[in-house]
């Protein structure tokens, strides 16, 4: 399997950030349906199933990197939907805290 993750990585684009960006989205902007094992699905999810060696089932390819494009297998984990969700929403909240500030910090600098 590592030359199948090498034919992934070479067909990505390789950030600064070491995120393998997928080149090829659905609308949402996660990564299309590839042919890693035995089953057609989402690149990140084939991806995530090759590198474990099972089948996913019902839980999420979660991207650490919190990149939907991002196929490396070092930036996904299993995760149960109800955590994916959770980290998304946490993730969320803490950014519009950080835009927050900034706002507030530009505002004190003028």
């Known amino acids: 399997m590592p030359e199948r993750l090498a034919e992934v990585k070479a067909y990505a684009t390789v950030t600064d950030s070491g995120c393998w960006e997928w080149p090829k989205l659905d609308r949402k902007g996660y990564p299309r349906n590839i042919t890693l094992a035995t089953a057609s699905e989402p690149a990140h999810r ?34 149960t939907a109800a955590e994916n969700t959770a980290e998304m929403l946490e993730r969320r909240a803490y950014r519009a805290r950080i835009a927050e500030l900034e706002r507030k910090l530009a505002d004190l600098a003028s």
């Not at 991207?63 to 939907?68: D, G, Q, W, Y």
């Open 46 to 79: 084939a991806v995530l199933t090759a590198v474990l060696g099972r089948p996913l089932g019902a839980e999420a390819a979660h991207h650490t990197c919190a990149n939907r494009a991002c196929v490396n297998p070092d930036h996904l984990q299993p995760v």
